[in-house]
């Protein structure tokens, strides 16, 4: 379904072959929505037939999974026409990322385990074929009743290259590959345990405030998941946004931090920049000792894992690794 921007409609072959590629790599037969392929300026006038979309895949008992076709800036719009006990009721698998995030976090009030991973444009429609660290991710994360265990290294490497969706010929052409460098341990020591509980720093912004917002005791014991989208924000914007999760409590209630690689949008020093910002909000709550991880790969690059919102995970600061200890599917 498209509950943002109509990027199907927009720009159809790139959305057929992210629905060619997500059917042959997992066997799935996908259905759209009644809107999903719509105009994308009927679908930005039109946020209740978003919403009744959601609502009509949720309900729908045929319907195992709901898949977001691409991000935007506006499903915000959608929550005051989701009705919460639909979702309670029908709990299935529900993915995307970025502006998904507002969805994840009324999922997340419902009472439902979502997914923070890719989307069918974005990682499903991948340039020359799905990446297997992408793939891999949704597989442990969607198909397997076992928990995800140890988040793999990425031997890949990342990309974050810009190439024409509307250029049929450059969709069979692989975009570049930077080395994937190892995450890093940005403070902390041993072994921090929550659950995960986060998405897109630019969207959570925008559901600050809102009845899905997570309350105080929701983020008490959590490990924040952080990252930024493909107009990334000035860190010191970053840095005023953090000092607000640090206003409401929020900071120093949590376990730990994993902040995701950053689209860097032709800066190279931007992920050191976007830490720094990090590590000086957290001196600022007297919250030095806290475990942050940084660059993991749930972010605005590519490849991508898929993290469940809700389930225990672990970050050992000793090796810089993340373990997902809980299933999200049942």
Not at 217 to 228: N, P
Not at 288 to 313: E, K, R, W
Request: hydrophobic share 45%.
């Amino acid at each position: 379904m498209s509950p943002s921007w109509g990027g199907p409609g927009t720009f159809p072959q790139r959305y057929e072959t992210g629905k060619r590629q997500l059917e042959a790599v997992f066997g799935v037969s996908v259905v759209e929505m009644a809107h999903t392929l719509a105009d994308a300026d009927w679908i930005s006038a039109n946020p209740r037939a978003r919403a009744d979309d959601l609502m009509a895949a949720f309900a729908d008992p045929s319907i195992a999974g709901i898949f977001c076709t691409i991000g935007g800036d506006d499903s915000i719009r959608l929550l005051p026409y989701l009705d919460l006990a639909v979702i309670r009721d029908n709990p299935k698998v529900f993915l995307g990322f970025s502006d998904t995030t507002s969805l994840h976090l009324a999922c997340f009030a419902a009472g439902l385990t979502s997914f923070y991973g890719p989307s069918i444009m974005a990682g499903f429609a991948e340039n020359g074929g799905m990446h297997d660290y992408t793939a891999d991710g949704v597989r442990r994360a969607l198909f397997s009743t076992d928990p995800p265990g140890l988040v793999p290294v990425n031997s890949e490497g990342w990309t974050a290259e810009r190439l024409d969706w509307g250029n049929p010929v450059l969709q069979g052409q692989r975009r570049v590959l930077q080395p994937a460098d190892p995450v890093r341990v940005l403070q902390g020591k041993g072994i921090a345990q929550g659950h995960l509980l986060g998405g897109c720093a630019e969207v959570l912004e925008m559901v600050k405030g809102t009845a899905w917002w997570p309350s105080l005791d929701a983020w008490r014991g959590a490990i924040l998941f952080i990252e930024t989208s493909e107009e990334p924000p000035a860190p010191g914007l970053f840095h005023r946004w953090l000092r607000n999760y640090a206003a409401q409590g929020i900071l120093g209630v949590l376990n730990g931090i994993v902040l995701a690689r950053p689209d860097p949008e032709g800066d190279a020093t931007y992920r050191e920049k976007l830490e720094a910002a990090l590590i000086a909000a957290l001196a600022e709550a007297g919250l030095t000792d806290l475990p942050v991880l940084s660059g993991l790969d749930f972010g605005h690059t590519q490849p991508m894992l898929t993290l469940p919102y809700g389930v225990q995970a672990r970050i050992d600061c000793g090796t810089g690794r993340m373990s997902i200890l809980e299933a999200g599917v049942v």
